[in-house]
């Protein structure tokens, strides 16, 4: 092995221009082993070695710019750092000179330019055929969009603002391939209208609770009852809108914190504990937020054109959102909105029915918490920043260059919310309906001898399912009035008409 390791390129880009960039999820190097070797550690980082004579140049900016390109996952992030370097524009400028036909080339050409606005003196030869920046065959792509000069046709999803990279992963493909939105539209259709109907209004009332249980609030009723109607008017045409925005941030949040604009300067996130004076997270500056935000719109219309997958572009422009941060209040429960406002307004989902997806966070919130973290913690790690004293201001005194916030791999939290989809289908709706019908069952047996209130009956059925067929001794209080053998009776029916109810929860 060699005495010290040889990396390969955007690492050993990174290292050679001492580039303050996030972290790379997969780094590769030499080796003088004669396979190739892949590794990867607890965090899902890999490491990849390559035999050393497999590797025809080490040395060159040209050679390490040809292998990332050519080997590695699409960085936009590195490459707009490594552009800010003077010589490496020049470095480029010789390479184009001496090899104008080269599809690296004029791909490193194309995305200097695309990414900061440098020009270069090029002229594509007569003949060379046109490159596409993307492998539709590995990656979600965007629109084709032509770039004469060096003919490249960038399909990069977004802009120059906000470009997410979805990689075409052997999960994402299985998702993609189920057909989750005619599946929906079939499991809708195949439940009977008035059982459908109490079946949503429970998923209402659950989609809210958990929006606001991710933030470790609980709403009043005056204010869960926006947040639902909020809920059943998503989908409305309409581009996402500062003003459209800024109206829905309204009627989620308290009227104290209602804002009429994007923010006007840097906000930042912070677990809650005395003197931390830690960030967990500095969102983009605040002049970064309009473009940005316009962005992610031209995203979202590329899901209403019928350009994008549903969910893909539902992911990506809710999480977007989430990290470009534009309101200091109420941006999650907007985030999280946003997936059904998406997903209803492209006809993933019906009119009038939400799919759980914050409870489905909520049960699989340490996954959730890490894709955040994933974006949010390698950013704001590489920033100079102070908190005051209060923690009540914040002051960022290195650069938030664009790149550090516009470009990130999105593929993890797209497998993530497609597999949150499947489930809210197949598991929590049927789940509903199964109960639904139990309870039914059960209502009609037990009133055939039992005289109770409605609304007591109710809550009796579902203490004793919450106990799977049995009634905690903490509850007694509430069939004081019966005897022992009554109390039996009714545990057995609900334990009868609730057994795949409660064998379902057991198996979740």
């Given at each position: ?118 020009e270069f003196d090029y002229r594509l030869p ?194 977007g959102f989430v990290y470009v941060h534009p ?21 993933f989902t019906p009119a009038g029915v939400v ?154």
């Open positions: 092995m060699p005495t010290v390791p040889i990396y390969l390129g955007y690492e050993a880009l990174i290292r050679r221009y001492r580039l303050r960039v996030p972290p790379l999820r997969c780094v590769y190097l030499v080796t003088e082993r004669a396979v190739e070797s892949r590794t990867v550690n607890a965090e899902g980082e890999e490491r990849i070695e390559l035999p050393l004579q497999r590797i025809a140049d080490t040395d060159s900016l040209v050679g390490q710019l040809t292998f990332a390109l050519k080997r590695e996952h699409l960085s936009l992030a590195v490459l707009s750092a490594l552009f800010e370097v003077a010589e490496v524009l020049a470095a480029v400028q010789d390479w184009l000179s001496d090899k104008p036909s080269s599809k690296y080339a004029r791909m490193t050409g194309h995305l200097a330019t695309w990414l900061t606005g440098h007569a003949g060379c055929p046109r490159v596409p920046l993307l492998d539709a065959a590995q990656y979600v792509v965007g629109p084709a969009v032509p770039d004469a000069k060096f003919g490249i046709i960038n399909n990069l999803l977004g802009n120059a603002w906000f470009s997410p990279l979805v990689r075409r992963t052997v999960v994402l493909e299985r998702l993609l391939a189920e057909d989750l939105a005619n599946k929906i539209g079939e499991t809708f259709r195949a439940i009977e209208p008035e059982m459908l109907a109490r079946a949503v209004d429970y998923l209402y009332l659950s989609e809210t609770r958990s929006t606001y249980g991710l933030e470790d609030e609980i709403p009043n009723n005056e204010r869960a009852a926006k947040f639902r109607q909020l809920l059943e008017r998503a989908g409305e045409p309409g581009r996402l809108t500062e003003e459209q925005l800024y109206t829905w941030q309204g009627q989620i949040v308290s009227p104290l914190s209602a804002e009429f604009q994007f923010r006007p300067g840097q906000n930042w996130l912070s677990r809650p504990g005395r003197l931390r004076n830690m960030a967990d997270f500095i969102p983009p500056p605040p002049d970064f937020v309009p473009p940005m935000m316009d962005a992610l719109a031209d995203l979202a219309e590329q899901a209403s054109a019928g350009t994008l997958d549903p969910v893909l572009a539902a992911t990506c422009v809710s999480f309101f200091l209040d109420g941006n999650g429960r907007l985030h999280r909105f946003l997936l059904h406002h998406i997903l209803r307004q492209t006809g799919l759980p997806l914050s409870a489905r966070m909520l049960k699989q919130l340490d996954r959730y918490s890490a894709l955040l973290k994933r974006y949010s913690r390698p950013r704001t790690d590489l920033l100079n920043y102070v908190l005051d004293d209060d923690s009540s201001t914040v002051h960022v005194r290195s650069p938030q260059p664009r790149w550090l916030y516009a470009y990130f791999d999105a593929t993890d939290i797209c497998e993530f919310i497609l597999e949150c989809c499947r489930a809210c289908v197949e598991e929590d709706l049927q789940s509903e309906v199964v109960y639904l019908r139990a309870h039914d069952a059960t209502v009609r047996e037990l009133e055939t001898w039992l005289d109770m209130r409605q609304s007591a009956l109710n809550a009796l059925i579902d203490v004793i399912v919450q106990g799977n067929g049995v009634l905690s001794k903490r509850k007694h209080k509430l069939v004081e009035h019966l005897t022992a053998d009554q109390v039996a009776r009714i545990e057995a029916t609900v334990s009868e008409h609730f057994a795949d109810y409660i064998d379902q929860r057991a198996k979740a």
